[in-house]
Structure formats: C-alpha cells, structure tokens
C-alpha cells in the first residue's frame, strides 16, 4: 500500500474561493514538504514542515502538520489562476533531506 | 530559479539503448538526488549522491547508476533501455545537516521517451 496518500486527486475550483489538499502518511514523518509543479516541468518548493502541530504561511498558502506528524494540509485562500498546478507532498522519514517519498499528486485547475 | 539545470530537455531514445543524462547542481550543494517521475504520478527516488559516492538507494536495478563530480555536476546513467523507463528525471541539489528550510532545489528535469 502507498505510505504516502494525498487527496483529492484532482480539484477544479471557481477563482476567489478556498480549497484544502491532504496529505496523510501511514507512520510517523521527520518533515513533511510541499512542491508545486507545472505540468511537465521541475518541482517549485513551497513549504517545508518538520514540528508537530507546526503551521507555516506564504502568500496565500498555509500549511499544517499534525501533533502526531502523520498528516499535514494545504489551503489555499482566495485561489487565483496562477496557483493552477500539481501539489505533491513529499515525506521525510530519515532526516536525509535527499530520498523523499512522493504522493501522486493532487491536481488544481482554477477556473476564471 | 532554482540554480538547478539539466539536459537535455527532451530525449528519445528506442529500447535496448543507453542514455545519460546530466544536473548541474548549485554552487555549494554537496548532495544530489535522482528522482523517476512516470506520467500521473509522483516522483520516485532513484539514488543520492554525496562527496561523489552513492549514498542510498530507491527500488532501482543496477542499470541505473549515477556519478557525482566535484565542480557539483552529476549524471544519471541507464543501460539497456526499456518502455517502462518512460518518464520524467528530476534531478535535485542539497546541502545537508544545515537548516531545515535549506531543502531539496529541484531542476526542471528531462523528459525521455523510449520506443
């Protein structure tokens, strides 16, 4: 089974309003990272999680991670066209910074 | 502008063949990451390379090897090409043991189609 679930799969919101991405892991993480992606093209990092019950901000994203640090969200306010991508979280579980296990992906469209 | 750049863009190849695909990292990144990513799914981690030596590895047979070189450029090797390596490389640099916001950069990666 996948360590790493996000949800949903794909989203397509009316531009202005709010959404939520989950990313849930089946043990404990070390970090938790955020990526946006554009069809096709390299990862762009958003964010980056490693305390419990931790919540970081920027722009108009927000991320949390849960107290057990086994699952953490992403909301975005007021969406825009231009946060139309690909979220991945990807988990840390070793501290290594560099092997990170990827979900598959939740997919925003945002419509104008 | 993530300072991370690879090439080739894009690539086809056809089965059986071999192909190499190169990273330039950032200044100072001593750590390099491989990532597999097929259409629809989230990436999946080939190997690291840290100082110039393989410093841990995904579910990947031996046909895909990597080197690191000291002016923090790296290649991504794979022999005897098949269907199934279809997808996009991304290739990601890091400095490791210093902050936790100083993360993985991730390059824009190579698409490679093998037929």
């Known amino acids: 089974s996948q360590e790493l679930e996000q949800s949903p799969q794909s989203l397509i919101v009316q531009e202005g309003k709010n959404l939520t991405i989950n990313c849930t892991s089946s043990?404990?993480?070390?970090?938790l990272y955020w990526y946006k992606q554009k069809y096709g093209e390299g990862l762009i990092f958003l964010m980056m999680?490693?305390?419990?019950?931790e919540e970081k901000s920027h722009e108009k994203i927000t991320a949390k991670l849960d107290e057990k640090k086994q699952q953490s969200s992403l909301h975005i306010t007021a969406s825009q066209p231009s946060h139309a991508g690909i979220y991945l979280c990807?988990?840390?579980?070793?501290?290594?910074?560099?092997?990170?296990?990827f979900g598959k992906g939740t997919k925003l469209s945002v419509k104008p | 502008e993530t300072g991370v750049t690879q090439s080739p863009t894009h690539l086809i190849k056809t089965r059986g063949q071999q192909v190499t695909l190169r990273c330039s990292s950032q200044?100072?990144?001593?750590?390099v990451s491989w990532y597999q990513q097929a259409l629809g799914q989230g990436p999946q981690f080939i190997f690291q390379?840290?100082?110039?030596?393989?410093?841990g590895r995904g579910n990947f047979p031996p046909r895909f090897s990597g080197l690191q070189f000291p002016n923090y450029s790296s290649e991504l090797n794979v022999n005897a090409l098949e269907l199934d390596d279809s997808a996009l490389y991304l290739c990601?640099?890091?400095?490791?043991?210093?902050?936790?916001?100083?993360?993985?950069?991730f390059g824009p990666g190579t698409r490679l189609t093998v037929l």
């Open positions: 990601a640099s890091s400095l490791p043991g210093t902050s936790p916001t100083d993360t993985q950069y």
């Open positions: 043990k404990t993480l070390y970090g």
């Open positions: 999680l490693q305390k419990g019950g």
């Open positions: 990807g988990a840390d579980y070793w501290g290594s910074q560099g092997n990170l296990i």
């Open positions: 200044s100072g990144h001593n750590t």
């Open positions: 390379y840290y100082r110039e030596e393989e410093n």
